[in-house]
């Protein structure tokens, strides 16, 4: 382990995933000495199974407790459960909190979905009453959206449809064609008006710097060691490196913030987890991206003299706030894709296309019974066959080969990604008596729906229901009732806003550009900040915010101010 | 009584030959350790739907080495229920022209890996399915007074076609009918995640290539058009 206690950095990061990696990839740009602290194992993206087949893996790499996205998912020592590393939900709440302990964090396996958070979702407050504004609009947002889109490199297409917005010129890479089921889903939404358009992913389809464009193979949830699909560790951490201004210790598990006597803070604590040593770093500036559940637990667990509700938390709003997607699945089964020609749909492996939220009107008009948005994720095509029952559901014998071949590349899953609201019964703490292998105390979840995230579900069934009638297809999977539907909190892994961003130190608990409002140089870059969740996937929001947080801290760094 | 503990580096049902060398390996020294567990059924008798011990072996753990898969835990099945579960497997997916049979991909090999498996994931398959083994060569003994593996076909069929049709499941056989489901799915998962599945169901992928993507041909194209317009809808410009 390398020893970081006698140096004096200018910046240290907490975390490397979508934030820690923008923060330390800015700051060292821009000049900074930065200490990256990752609590996980070093992570070399050559590790990926990128072309290993069902039939090499453990179980034919159906997911297991100890990988539960199964045997080739990127995730290190991590999943719903964390060996050593508990958490807890309150009487009544269910909660899944997806962590890893690796180099990179979860950028190593996201999904790559990039969708542009619009004017609406910024300030959803002034639009429908409900919830927080942000401090910043999305004219504000936006270069930095182009910023990040061209650095990170991301497909996909300007709709210049509403709330969904489009990127600068020369911004993007071109979507990959559509599959053939695309095109005839396609049909069928322009008939009945849900629009289904191109993508955005964080996926390169031309060569960039040393990586190398999408080869359309190998699904990206294992990791991309040609670095088409976007994780830090195939780009903002080795550029980061480059610098030789970043320094970078792993196994080091954060536990406080320490601060010095005027209130500033001047480093964190971390145990060495090889060892269980702990060991302190020192800088002139801290970066909090640890994750939504770990950088509020963090906050909660540091304790500066006389501050029993934890630190930078005079607002009281440290843990609450807590937002997921909201998400459910519908799955439908089209006679008139059976027998069409066979050919590679591998493609980009994850969406080419999708359906953004097309309803905005008759909900500003009051013809809808809840107030935010969703998109729908739609997969099917001939994909790599593995475990499943292909759709047979009787008999055995001569009629299942057909059957299967029927059904292979003839159904189509639509997935619900909407917009929760904050409610007061959906938040973290840490627990009173539960602490993890390190003695950290852990936290303690509360969670529930409420009729916003219900409501929508309903709209979704019956626009899917629209969709598949106007195609000759049949739904195939249980039309449940929306609380049976919707996901389980946290399960969609996309946690925001337990340290929201705001306009008022008593109702928030950093300024617009990440900066806690009670400690001047205690920053935080990661989904925490986020005053609500848009039903756009939050990465590539944490990714463009946290380089405008970079860039922020570097100019008081650089102005002595800090 | 001890079990084999084969430790299985990944199944690759490279070669038929391959295969039943495994198999017989295998077999050879599961009938070393299954000890008087023979054909004579008597075992069998008074044998419901009764919990199998639970496994007790370690997983793969949560950083294994991805590119390099090892199945750390020893197979659990004896013979008797490896020749059921054959038998069994063969029946839901025969050999069928060019296209070879479940147990000639081995399916057996992987029902016997997944309910062997350390995990509360296939627990509750394990819980159904060594005990739905043992039911099938009871329910063989007292139909047909043979086991299961013995059976002619039309004898197979007329202990299958009781379970295998969700709407008319013969009265008090729904758990034997759970199990029969469940073996089905497992057969055809394991069975088209194989070279030759793949081969069967035409997919062309894995397969890195250079440049835009190919996207679909004219032919997969027009038959989208044609399906569309069938629809009465049109296909606007995508192609």
Wanted: proline share 7%.
């Amino acid at each position: 382990m390398v020893d970081v206690s006698g140096e004096t950095f200018d910046a240290i990061v907490v975390g490397s995933g979508a934030g820690g990696g923008m923060s330390a990839y800015v700051l060292t740009q821009a000049g900074a000495k930065v200490l990256m602290l990752e609590a996980g194992r070093d992570y070399d993206p050559e590790e990926a199974p990128m072309l290993n087949t069902p039939w090499e893996a453990p179980l034919r790499g159906a997911g297991t407790s100890d990988k539960a996205f199964g045997y080739y998912d990127a995730t290190v020592d991590g999943g719903w459960e964390v060996p050593g590393e508990p958490y807890t939900a309150a009487e009544g709440s269910k909660f899944m909190w997806w962590r890893s302990r690796m180099l990179g964090g979860r950028t190593n396996h996201w999904g790559r979905n990039s969708f542009r958070m619009g004017p609406y979702d910024f300030k959803g407050r002034s639009r429908d009453g409900l919830g927080a504004d942000w401090p910043v609009t999305y004219e504000e947002i936006a270069p930095w959206y182009d910023r990040t889109e061209k650095l990170v490199g991301v497909y996909g297409s300007n709709t210049g449809l509403e709330n969904h917005p489009d990127s600068g010129p020369g911004v993007l890479h071109d979507p990959p064609r559509m599959r053939a089921w695309e095109m005839f889903l396609k049909a069928g939404g322009d008939a009945v008006g849900i629009p289904i358009v191109p993508a955005r992913r964080a996926v390169l389809t031309r060569d960039m710097d040393e990586r190398q464009a999408c080869y359309w193979a190998s699904p990206c949830g294992r990791g991309c060691s040609i670095g088409a699909a976007f994780q830090t560790t195939t780009s903002l951490i080795p550029w980061a490196k480059a610098t030789g201004r970043l320094t970078i210790v792993t196994g080091a598990m954060v536990f406080e913030v320490v601060l010095n006597d005027a209130g500033k803070a001047k480093g964190v604590r971390y145990i060495d987890t090889a060892s269980g040593e702990q060991r302190e770093a020192s800088a002139r500036v801290v970066v909090l991206s640890a994750s939504t559940g770990e950088t509020a637990r963090l906050l909660l667990n540091s304790k500066p003299a006389g501050r029993s509700e934890g630190l930078a938390n005079s607002s009281g709003q440290v843990g609450r706030n807590l937002m997921d997607t909201v998400g459910s699945d519908l799955s439908a089964y089209f006679p008139a894709l059976e027998g069409r020609p066979i050919y590679n749909e591998d493609g980009a492996q994850g969406l080419h296309i999708y359906a953004p939220f097309w309803d905005y009107q008759r909900q500003a008009a009051g013809e809808l019974d809840f107030p935010r948005g969703y998109h729908m994720e739609i997969g099917g095509g001939f994909n790599q066959p593995g475990l499943g029952a292909y759709g047979v559901t009787e008999g055995y014998g001569a009629g299942i080969r057909a059957a299967a071949k029927r059904q292979y590349g003839s159904t189509i899953r639509f997935t619900q990604r909407g917009e929760m609201l904050a409610n007061a019964n959906s938040f973290c703490e840490i627990d009173p008596e539960k602490k993890d292998r390190y003695g950290i105390p852990v936290l303690r979840f509360h969670f529930a729906w409420s009729d916003h995230e219900l409501n929508q579900i309903l709209h979704f069934q019956q626009a899917v229901q629209t969709l598949v009638d106007r195609l000759g297809g049949t739904i195939t999977s249980p039309i449940q009732a929306p609380a049976d539907a919707i996901s389980t909190g946290g399960q969609i892994i996309h946690e925001v806003g337990t340290c929201r961003m705001g306009d008022d130190p008593k109702t928030s608990v950093t300024d617009g550009f990440g900066r806690t409002w009670d400690v001047d140089n205690l920053y935080l870059a990661d989904g925490s900040v986020f005053a609500s969740k848009a039903h756009k996937n939050p990465t590539i929001t944490i990714l463009a915010l946290a380089m405008r947080t970079g860039e922020h801290v570097a100019r008081r760094l650089q102005s002595g101010e800090l | 009584m001890t079990r084999t503990t084969l430790i299985l580096h990944g199944h690759t049902p490279a070669t038929p030959l391959q295969l039943s060398r495994r198999s017989s390996l295998k077999w050879f020294l599961a009938a070393l350790t299954a000890g008087p567990l023979a054909a004579c059924g008597d075992d069998l008798k008074g044998v419901d739907w009764i919990a199998p011990p639970p496994i007790d072996a370690k997983g793969y753990g949560t950083d294994p080495n991805l590119l390099e898969p090892v199945t750390p835990w020893p197979l659990t099945l004896n013979r008797t229920e490896i020749a059921a579960a054959t038998a069994l497997v063969d029946l839901i997916l025969p050999a069928d022209g060019d296209a070879p049979s479940a147990s000639a991909l081995g399916v057996p090999a992987f029902i016997d890996e997944w309910v062997s498996a350390p995990y509360e994931s296939q627990r509750a398959d394990r819980e159904l399915i060594i005990p739905g083994l043992a039911w099938l060569d009871r329910e063989a003994q007292s139909r047909f007074q043979r086991l299961f593996m013995h059976l002619s076909p039309e004898e197979k069929s007329a202990m299958a076609d009781d379970l295998a049709y969700p709407d008319r499941i013969k009265q008090g056989l729904e758990k034997p009918a759970e199990f029969f489901a469940r073996m089905r799915s497992l057969t055809i998962g394991a069975y088209y995640s194989t070279p030759q599945g793949w081969a069967e169901l035409g997919y062309v992928g894995n397969r890195p290539s250079t440049g835009p993507y190919a996207g679909p041909p004219p032919e997969a194209v027009d038959h989208v058009r044609r399906a569309v317009e069938a629809l009465g809808l049109k296909l606007d410009g995508l192609e």
